[in-house]
């Protein structure tokens, strides 16, 4: 299981004139559950935030974000594979 981040935003408060910019595709994770809209839990202990509505991940925003499963990642999807680090959310 994949998360696609798009829709990206340089900080929590930028207003958009189109959709934003395409993030990582960060994973694989076991499992991804979102409770509240308060982090985004994927699994081992693990969580992505929540700010200002929008998932925060390698120092940028985004407010829309899809669950991929491995088979259906295109060639152009797997370039922006990512393995998730937990760096990226400081």
């Not at 998360?3 to 499992?31: A, E, T, V």
């Not at 409770?35 to 202990?45: H, P, S, V």
Request: aromatic content about 16%; overall charge negative.
């Amino acid at each position: 299981m994949y998360l696609d981040l798009r829709c990206g935003h340089d900080h929590s408060g930028q207003l958009l004139k189109d959709w934003g910019f395409k993030g990582p595709i960060i994973g694989p994770f076991p499992y991804v559950t979102a409770t509240f809209a308060e982090d985004i839990d994927i699994g081992e202990n693990r969580f992505l935030p929540i700010v200002s509505d929008l998932l925060f991940y390698g120092g940028k925003y985004y407010g829309d974000w899809k669950l991929i499963s491995a088979e259906f990642l295109s060639a152009t999807d797997r370039a922006r594979v990512q393995p998730y680090s937990v760096n990226a959310l400081s």
